[in-house]
């Protein structure tokens, strides 16, 4: 069975595990805490699927429960920063228990405003995680990511800024059978800004990425320039759209080699203090997974043209609901396509500020130029989560 990509899978499992309400309320908590201090949460999903494998035929029903244990670490320091996340993901299934995994992550940064217009800023990740079996006769393949960054930024003149970047990843898998897929990616890259309007700043970047596989002769680089526009006019509104020209080439002549346009953009706006909209646009070429062994008929790679559109509002101070819906053209290098459609629905209700349930349901459909690949999935979705910050503590201990 085939699977789109590396992160394209892993994505829809985790929109499929975590319904909206919960998972926005914790970006929301965090940004308006402020200060140093530890921010434990605790996220209770389960969901009920019609189609777990995402299979045309011998559809399998299934309620998958996940636990996510997560904690964050924050320590501003006068102009520096330190930011620690720590999460994980104990997925549990009630028919299929051959297929539970327990996932972790850990992300951490470091943001240095230095002397004179320069910042340095370090990043680190580390990740267990899988690829989630997609037929009964599949497994899990698991992996673990280790990823490094470092941006130093230079702002000069008042109205420009300079940036340059690198980082390198390295995915290995844990099962022999799947270590044909290990790879390692380096990336380069550089940015010059400048400031045309007080809150308006024209980019130009480019990049350079080599990926190595290390038992297979994939070894490919992908080169991208692009030119674009960030602005935030009022408080209410920001956006930014990036578009240039992507380039990937492989090391073998007979892979071939293809440029395609590209883009990314994203719209954030809140025309009352009760509604918000957003909006994210891209078109990139990634690379397909188990390249090696299950996605040689479609090909080493895919352009991905995807939209993401999504309306929140607050009916009270407590009760938030929101409707998304999404769209994605996959264009594979050996001629498959794949158009992939899906709605969500999701209602929240916070009691406290530390406490909030969702529920929700969803819609995912694969229309496949091979119909092998087509599916329906529909889901039902419920969550619980529990955020201890310092507010949230000192209140429930109150209330007892």
């Known amino acids: 069975m085939n699977r789109p990509s590396l992160p394209g899978a892993f994505l829809i499992f985790l929109l499929a595990a975590a319904p909206w309400p919960a998972g926005a309320q914790l970006e929301e908590a965090e940004g308006a805490g402020g200060g140093a201090g530890f921010t434990p949460r605790l996220i209770t999903d389960v969901e009920n699927r019609t189609n777990l494998f995402l299979t045309a035929a011998d559809t399998e029903r299934e309620t998958l429960t996940v636990y996510r244990p997560g904690l964050r670490f924050s320590a501003p320091v006068q102009t520096h920063a330190l930011e620690l996340r720590g999460e994980g993901f104990l997925i549990r299934a009630a028919e299929f228990p051959e297929f539970d995994s327990d996932e972790y992550r850990a992300n951490g940064s470091l943001d ?25 006769t599949d497994l899990r393949h698991r992996y673990r990511d280790a990823q490094a960054g470092l941006a130093v930024g230079y702002n000069f003149a008042d109205r420009w800024q300079a940036l340059v970047n690198g980082s390198y990843l390295e995915r290995r898998f844990e ?33 350079y990425a080599r990926i190595n596989n290390f038992l297979t002769q994939y070894d490919n680089r992908l080169v991208r320039a692009t030119l674009g526009l960030v602005w935030e006019t009022t408080a209410k509104l920001s956006a930014e759209v990036h578009g240039g020209w992507q380039d990937k080439k492989f090391d073998r002549a007979a892979l071939g080699e293809h440029g395609d346009w590209l883009v990314q953009g994203r719209l954030r706006f809140q025309p009352t203090d009760f509604d918000r909209i957003s909006l994210q646009l891209s078109r990139d070429i990634l690379e397909t997974a188990f390249t090696a062994r299950e996605n040689v008929a ?14 929140q509002h607050a009916w009270t101070a407590k009760i938030k609901s929101r409707v998304a819906t999404r769209y994605s053209d996959l264009e594979f290098s050996r001629g498959r396509g794949d158009r992939i459609a899906g709605a969500e629905l999701g209602l929240e209700y916070s009691p406290r500020k530390w406490l909030a349930v969702s529920a929700g349901g969803g819609y995912l459909q694969d229309h496949s130029s091979q119909s092998r690949f087509n599916y329906v999935d529909r ?3 419920a969550a619980v989560e529990v955020i201890w910050s310092a507010q949230g503590v000192a209140a429930w201990a109150g209330e007892r």
Do not use: C, H, M, W
């Open 175 to 207: 099962e022999p059978a799947d270590e044909l897929d290990n790879f390692s990616s380096s990336t380069y890259g550089a940015g010059l800004g400048y400031r045309i309007l007080p809150k308006t700043t024209l980019l130009g970047q480019g990049d």
């Open 379 to 381: 889901r039902l979705l």
């Open 112 to 136: 240095f405003d230095l002397f004179r217009g320069f910042t340095l800023s370090p990043r680190g990740r580390y990740q267990r995680s899988s690829n989630p079996p997609l037929s009964l």
């Open 298 to 311: 479609s090909g080493r790679y895919y352009v991905s043209t995807a939209g993401d559109l999504a309306y």
